[in-house]
C-alpha cells in the first residue's frame, strides 16, 4: 500500500483487529474471604474430568471408572484423579523445624528432582500410590488431571499399565484467506534499570519497529508489523526495595528511573504501533498469578495513547481471528524446577496436553485462591502459544491429532540476547530479529 | 490443688438451659459416674461446665441435640464430597456454584438457606460450613 510517486513515498502500516480476551484472568469481584486452595483444585477436578470422560470410551471403551475409594484389589480399572508428586528435594516451610537440617544436602537452585520422586492419584474419595514403569516421575508435575488404567495391587498400591492425558484441546480453524504478510513482534526481559540493559540496543529495536530504520524496503517490512508484545519483566525494580522499609528520598530515582525510561521507549513505540505490555516476575505487579495488568500511572507518556494495552500475565488475544496465549515465562520455569524434559519447547507442549497453562500452581507457583474457576484452564487451543523470559529463542510448530496447529514459540530476555521474535500471521512462520551494538 | 475452689476455677458458661436431652438413660448415667469419679483431668469439674471448643457461633452452644432438621440437612449437603470443599466458602455461594457447575444439589437445601435470609440475623450462622471458626 505505497504511493509510488517519485520522491514522495508514504508507506502506511498494515492494521489487523484486535480483541483482548483477558477477561477471565483480571481480578475484579473476586475477595478474600478465607478461603483455601482445596476450591481451585476441586474445579480443577471437576472440568478436567468431565473432559476426559468424553475421552476414555475411546481410549478403553470396555473398563468401568472407578473412585480411588472403590478400588478393589486384583480388579481392572480406570480411575480419574489429581497427580501428586511426592519430592523428597521439594522446599518445605517445615524444613526449618526439623532438627535434621543437615541430612538435606545443599540442592541445586533449579532443580529439585530426586530418583526416590514418586506419584500419587488423588481425588475427592481418597488418595493412592501409583506404581509402574509406564509412569515416569521425572515428565509429570502436581496439578495435572490423568486417568490411569491398571488395578490395585495387593501392597495398596495401584500398578499402571496405561494412562490418558487430555491431549490438545479442539482449536477454532484459523482463517486461511489472508493473502497478505501481516507480522506480530515479540519481545521480553529487557529489564531496564539494571546493567544489562543497553539503551542503544533497545532503541534499535523501536527504531525498526517504527520504521525509522533502513530504507524503503526495510520501512516496507516494518510497515507490516501489526503487533508488539512485550512478555514481561520489561523494568527491574531492585529486590531491596520489596522489603517493606520506608525508600530514603536519594534512592527514590532508583525507584522511578528505570519506570521513566521504560515510558520514554514506550511511548515511541505506541504512537507507531499497538503495543501490549504483560507483567513479569520483576515488574511492580502483584507476585501471584494471574499477574493484574501494570497500572497506567506507571506509564504517562504512553497511556496516554489508546493504542497502548497494559495486558494481565497470562495473556491471552486474538488478532485477525488468530488465538494467542502467553506468559511471561513463570509457569513454565517452575515446571523447569520440578520436571524434566529436553527443552523448554517441550515443556510447552505438556501444557497443552494438561489443557492446563500452570498446572504447578497453587502447589509450587503463588497463585490467587479461585473458588468457583480455575482460569488457567485450556479450553480452546490457541493458534499461537509464547512464553517470555527463557534462555534462548526456540520455536516449533506443534501438530495435535484433531488437525490442530500451533505455532510455540520461546522468547529469550533481550537485554541478553538481543534478540526479538517475528511471527507472520498469514502462515505462522517465525524467525528471529537479533539487534547488536557490538561492531 | 484444692477441690473446694474448683467450681470457682472453671467458668461455667452454662447451668441449665432449655435443652432436654432426649437419650437420658445414658447421658444420666455418664452424669452420675462423672460425679463420684475421684482422678484425671475433670477432678472437681462440675459435670455441666462447658469447654471452650463447643462453644461457637456467637456464643450458642453447639449441642448436638440443639439444631433441627433444617441444620441436619445443611449439614449433610456440607459433608458432601459430590459438591467440593466446604470450608471458607458460604453455603449459600457453594450451593450456586454446585448449580452452576450441573450437580444439580437438593433444592430444599436452597430453599431452606434463601427462607434464612429473610428471617433474623441470629439465624446467619447458618449461612457459614460446618466447620466455620474450627479449622
Redesign the interface.
Known amino acids: 500500500m505505497a504511493d509510488s510517486e517519485m520522491g514522495e513515498a508514504t508507506l502506511e502500516r498494515k492494521l489487523a483487529v484486535y480483541r483482548n480476551l483477558d477477561e477471565r484472568f483480571v481480578i475484579r469481584e473476586e475477595k478474600y474471604?478465607?478461603?483455601?486452595f482445596?476450591?481451585i483444585y476441586?474445579?480443577r477436578l471437576?472440568h478436567m474430568r468431565s473432559q476426559l470422560q468424553s475421552l476414555i470410551p475411546k481410549w478403553k471403551p470396555h473398563l468401568p471408572v472407578n473412585t480411588v475409594l472403590g478400588l478393589e484389589e486384583g480388579k481392572e480399572c480406570i480411575i480419574v484423579g489429581t497427580l501428586y508428586k511426592h519430592m523428597k528435594l521439594k522446599p518445605s516451610i517445615l524444613d526449618e523445624y526439623s532438627k535434621e537440617r543437615s541430612a538435606i544436602p545443599l540442592v541445586k537452585p533449579h532443580n529439585f528432582m530426586s530418583t526416590d520422586d514418586h506419584l500419587i492419584l488423588e481425588d475427592?474419595?481418597g488418595r493412592v500410590k501409583l506404581a509402574g514403569p509406564m509412569l515416569a516421575p521425572s515428565a509429570f508435575v502436581t496439578g495435572i488431571v490423568i486417568a490411569v488404567h491398571g488395578k490395585e495391587t495387593s501392597e495398596g498400591d495401584f500398578f499402571v499399565e496405561d494412562f490418558l492425558e487430555a491431549g490438545l484441546a479442539p482449536q477454532v480453524d484459523r482463517p486461511l484467506d489472508s493473502r497478505e504478510d501481516k507480522f506480530v513482534a515479540f519481545v521480553s526481559g529487557l529489564s531496564v534499570g539494571t546493567n544489562a540493559f543497553n539503551p542503544l540496543q533497545f532503541q534499535l529495536l523501536v527504531d525498526h519497529v517504527t520504521g525509522h530504520l533502513g530504507d524503503e524496503n526495510e520501512q516496507r517490512i516494518s510497515s507490516k508489523i501489526v503487533q508488539l508484545v512485550i512478555a514481561g519483566n520489561s523494568m527491574h525494580i531492585s529486590h531491596g526495595f520489596f522489603s517493606g522499609q520506608t525508600v530514603a528520598p536519594k534512592d527514590h530515582a532508583k525507584l522511578t528511573e528505570p519506570i521513566r525510561e521504560l515510558d520514554i521507549f514506550l511511548t515511541q513505540l505506541v504512537a507507531a504501533l499497538p503495543v501490549d505490555i504483560m507483567p513479569g516476575c520483576n515488574d511492580p505487579a502483584n507476585y501471584s498469578l494471574p499477574q493484574q495488568p501494570l497500572h497506567r500511572c506507571l506509564f504517562a507518556g504512553a497511556s496516554a495513547y489508546n493504542t497502548f494495552v497494559s495486558c494481565t500475565n497470562p495473556h491471552h488475544f486474538e488478532l485477525d481471528n488468530v488465538q494467542f496465549v502467553g506468559t511471561s515465562g513463570q509457569n513454565i520455569d517452575d515446571l523447569y524446577k520440578y520436571s524434566d524434559a529436553k527443552d523448554k519447547i517441550e515443556f510447552m507442549e505438556r501444557t497443552l496436553r494438561w489443557r492446563h497453562l500452570a498446572p504447578t500452581a497453587p502447589n509450587t507457583l503463588g497463585c490467587y485462591p479461585y473458588?468457583?474457576k480455575d482460569p488457567f484452564l485450556i479450553e480452546s487451543c490457541p493458534h499461537v502459544y509464547f512464553v517470555g523470559n527463557q534462555e534462548k529463542y526456540e520455536t516449533r510448530l506443534l501438530q495435535g491429532p484433531d488437525k490442530q496447529l500451533v505455532r510455540l514459540i520461546s522468547i529469550p530476555r533481550f537485554c541478553e540476547t538481543g534478540v526479538a521474535v517475528m511471527l507472520n500471521l498469514r502462515n505462522l512462520e517465525c524467525h528471529a530479529l537479533s539487534f547488536s551494538t557490538n561492531l | 490443688m484444692s477441690s473446694g475452689d474448683i467450681k470457682g476455677f472453671y467458668r461455667q458458661k452454662k447451668k441449665n438451659s432449655g435443652v432436654t436431652k432426649p437419650s437420658s438413660s445414658s447421658s444420666s448415667s455418664k452424669k452420675s459416674k462423672s460425679k463420684h469419679y475421684t482422678g484425671g483431668a475433670s477432678v472437681g469439674a462440675p459435670s455441666a461446665a462447658q469447654t471452650p471448643a463447643l462453644v461457637t457461633r456467637g456464643g450458642a452452644i453447639d449441642l448436638k441435640e440443639e439444631y433441627g432438621d433444617e441444620e441436619e440437612a445443611l449439614r449433610q449437603f456440607d459433608m458432601d464430597?459430590?459438591y467440593?470443599?466446604c470450608?471458607?466458602?458460604?453455603r449459600l455461594?457453594r450451593w450456586e456454584?454446585a448449580a452452576?457447575?450441573g450437580l444439580h444439589p437438593p433444592p430444599h437445601v436452597r430453599e431452606v438457606l434463601v427462607g434464612l435470609a429473610s428471617g433474623s440475623t441470629a439465624r446467619s450462622s447458618k449461612f457459614k460450613c460446618l466447620w466455620e471458626g474450627l479449622v
Do not use: L, T, W
Not at chain 2, 87 to 90: K, L, R, S
Open positions: 474471604k478465607g478461603q483455601q482445596s476450591h476441586f474445579m471437576h475427592e474419595s473458588v468457583d | 464430597m459430590k467440593g470443599p470450608i471458607g466458602f458460604g455461594e456454584r452452576a457447575m
